[in-house]
């Protein structure tokens, strides 16, 4: 039975929200929601709470980690492009790739969408994008909210956010503790810019629809479509490594690129010497550098740069988690290894 069928209120309509318009969106994609459930996934869509019977099999003390975040000004691409099927990929990504950093497997994902107007049709395709980021991480799509906030922005924009629970073992827990000189750092390709650096991206490139149809020779797609490529989600492979090999360290490349996010993984004491030469930089970056005339310290220091995530393994198992990463299918390579903090005290070297 449809329990909404009686719900409607035209003085809210006229004031610029459309309950039903809810409605709809959720007849749209609750089957894509489904389709992320997985064992303990408790109730169904309506609810005032999404429920989750975690697993604690095996666990001596089991440890939740959360992750919360959305996609910043990367949104705009999707305005220019009116495409908003991927860019809810790019929300669970940021979430459950921090999650994983830890060591944890996300459990759950919960979306926020807020919008100027509720067309169901472009909420069915946001909301589409979160489910396939849930299943490529593995976890369920248990709730979410959309709100339609008329005045506060136009009709045609939204915002869209995200919060993710992952569980790991409290003695499995990846913080970086066990990180010495000697150690090797491993770093796994990203598919692009990911979710991050956009505000520079679009100062340099600009956002308009015009902007986004040039085409670059180096490019498999417009600026646009290579803008918008979805964030890489690394939790399968990540996972997978972790039951391979002793990680024991694991960084998210995000905002504030090399120089913030490979210290944050690093004991005192220690330094990450990274080689450069090693690093793939992607086109999309040559060409950010290029036409913003950016030096290469900010380079490093805002974008990726085609690193995704970084991970300190033993030398001994250096080539092991190579070989694991590139089995699951990512693009992984050695880029440096870990030294002893020289005078000035510097985590990271770039060489």
Known sequence: ????????????????????????????????????????????????????????????????????????????????????????????????????????????????????????????????????????????????????????????????????????????????????????????????VHSNGFSLVRRVLGDSPEAMKRVVPEFSGTVGETLLTPTRIYVKPMLDLISKVDVKAVSHITGGGFYENIPRMLPDGVCARIDRSAINVLPIFDLIAREGNIPERDMYNTFNMGVGMAVVVSAAEADAAVKALNAAGEKASILGEIKASDENGDQIVLL
């Open 1 to 192: 039975m449809d329990k909404t069928k009686q719900s409607q209120s035209q003085s809210y309509k006229d004031a610029g929200v459309d309950v039903t318009a809810g409605y709809e969106s959720i007849r749209l994609f609750k089957d894509k929601v489904k389709s992320t459930y997985i064992d303990g996934v408790l109730g169904d869509i309506g609810g005032f709470g999404g429920m989750f019977a975690p697993n604690f099999a095996g666990m001596k003390r089991p440890v939740t980690v959360s992750g919360t975040d959305g996609v910043g000004t990367k949104i705009k691409i999707a305005f220019s492009l009116d495409k908003h099927d991927t860019i809810g990929i790019d929300c669970v990504a940021m979430c459950v790739n921090d999650i994983v950093c830890a060591g944890a497997a996300p459990m759950f994902f919960l979306d926020y969408i807020c919008c100027g107007k509720n067309y169901p049709e472009k909420i069915a395709q946001i909301v589409s994008g979160v489910a396939d980021g849930c299943r490529m991480a593995g976890c369920a799509l248990i709730g979410g909210e959309t709100a339609e906030h008329p005045g506060l922005m136009p009709d045609e924009e939204y915002d869209l956010a995200g919060f993710s629970v992952g569980l790991v073992d409290y003695e499995k827990i990846i913080d970086g503790s066990k990180v010495g000189a000697g150690d090797v750092i491993v770093g796994i390709a990203s598919s692009g």
